[in-house]
């Protein structure tokens, strides 16, 4: 399979996307942006035993010298205490500012590591090498790095782009079914807010996108990123069209913090999230009732779950307001107008968006 490649154009700090088969063991598509021939890896237990390996001997056998941090695995364990033990090894390594950070797993790593990127000796480089598929399509690319509070989802972190994303679609066959279905949310989201035809594209190809077809899951992921790639060089730091991004993550956070972090995945917490934004929307006239029914088709080829858990709607609306769009004490929602146009708003009728929780609590 040909690696193909698509640019984050961001001036400067612009970066490449490689996507294809094999790339871990690509040095060539690395080793152009290290400073310095000294990278440390941050993998976790559950990645870590299947790829560390191959992608130690690609740099070693160029000559590079590397340093493995492995961290638990889980969204759990997306907290200030892993980041510290980031800090801890990268400090008795005795790493400098030119010591590259490599993250090696899903988008828990890729955040910590991002997050460790950016604040160790005030920023060091990074690369991204997510081996998940939300990781590939989403969290990977735009460069939003960060971990959880106790009281929200990604309240700490920091806007900083990395140098490389290497999807090596290789890493999707040994995902489990329930985590690869939480990164097809994702890609369903494009077609959602920016991207009808891509929606219809996948309406199509899904039974493929499921099956882990080659050509089917590499245009999935190049198209997917293809749109974050606009939407960031547009918007780098979220004051306007990035925001639609968060399309499901309003309601999406709130069930993953109301039933705890790992409990519901990110991706299945945002298909969740989506169907409530949908219900939403439909109520204040925009969505049909054919248009949900194709969204509801969709999400359930790709395995995820429609309804959001039952909690009390004082719960929910109380879990929302820790949402990073919340504005002058606004909650904040992206809702659709259409499949493949969506919107950033506040003024919405506050009673509809009771009802639509009601339904379930």
Same mark, same amino acid.
């Given at each position: 399979m040909k690696v193909q490649t698509l640019e984050v154009s961001l001036g400067d700090r612009s970066y490449p996307i490689h996507i294809g088969k094999g790339?871990?063991?690509?040095?060539?598509l690395i080793l152009p942006h290290l400073k310095r021939k000294q990278v440390a890896i941050v993998s976790n237990t559950t990645v870590a035993p299947l790829y560390m390996e191959t992608l130690v001997n690609t740099l070693t056998q160029a000559g590079v010298s590397v340093i493995q941090i492995i961290l638990p695995d889980g969204e759990a364990y997306k907290n200030s205490e892993t980041l510290n033990t980031i800090y801890d090894a990268l400090l008795k390594a005795h790493c400098?500012?030119?010591t590259t950070l490599i993250a090696l797993g899903g988008g828990v790593i890729g955040d910590l590591t991002g997050y460790a990127a950016a604040t160790f000796l005030r920023g060091v480089p990074f690369i991204q090498i997510p081996t998940t598929l939300l990781s590939q399509v989403d969290s990977?690319?735009?460069?939003?790095?960060?971990?959880?509070?106790p009281l929200g989802k990604n309240m700490i972190g920091a806007f900083y782009q990395p140098k490389l994303v290497l999807a090596d679609i290789s890493t999707l066959t040994t995902l489990p079914q329930r985590e690869y279905s939480a990164g097809v949310a994702e890609v369903i989201k494009y077609g959602?807010?920016?991207?009808?035809?891509f929606f219809d594209w996948l309406e199509t190809n899904m039974h493929l996108l499921m099956a882990l077809d080659d050509q089917v899951v590499a245009y999935a992921i190049y198209r997917s990123c293809q749109n974050k790639a606009e939407v960031v060089v547009a918007d780098e730091h979220e004051a306007g069209e &990035?925001? !639609?991004?968060?399309l499901g993550h309003t309601f999406g956070h709130a069930i993953e913090n109301a039933m705890g972090y790992g409990v519901w995945l990110h991706g299945e917490a945002v298909a969740a999230g989506t169907m409530l934004a949908a219900d939403l929307s439909h109520r204040l006239g925009w969505l049909s009732t054919q248009e949900i029914a194709r969204m509801d088709a969709l999400f359930k080829l790709a395995k995820l779950p429609l309804n959001a858990p039952k909690l009390s709607v004082e &719960?929910? !609306?109380?879990?929302?307001?820790?949402?990073k769009k919340v504005a002058e004490g606004q909650i904040r929602l992206v809702l659709q107008q259409a499949i493949g146009k969506a919107v950033m708003t506040a003024d919405y009728d506050k009673t509809m968006l009771n009802q639509t929780l009601q339904?379930?609590?």
């Open positions: 790339l871990l063991t690509q040095a060539d400098e500012r030119n990977s690319v735009g460069g939003k790095t960060g971990i959880n509070h959602l807010i920016r991207d009808a035809d &990035r925001a !639609l991004l968060n &719960r929910y !609306l109380y879990l929302m307001q820790l949402d339904a379930i609590a």
